[in-house]
């Protein structure tokens, strides 16, 4: 697919000395590839901040004492 980027001209720099201006689409598809399959997905959803909760201290419904 060909889309159109706007690079800041600092990464554009770079990006074309260190890989040459042939590599550009290359080099930001694999930085991007690495980005989006380094980030995880669990079961609790995509939020860093949510923890996996400890189940062993839940109760059961016998154990109250009614």
């Known amino acids: 697919m060909r889309t159109t980027i706007?690079?800041?001209?600092d990464l554009?720099?770079?990006i074309t000395r260190e890989?040459?201006?042939?590599?550009i689409s290359d080099t930001i598809n694999?930085?991007?590839t690495k980005y989006f399959s380094s980030r995880r997905k669990d079961m609790f959803g995509a939020d860093p901040w949510l923890k996996k909760a400890d189940l062993s201290d839940l109760r059961d419904e016998h154990d109250r004492d009614i």
């Open 6 to 9: 706007e690079l800041r001209d």
């Open 12 to 14: 554009y720099t770079r």
């Open 19 to 23: 890989y040459g201006k042939r590599k």
């Open 30 to 32: 694999d930085i991007l």
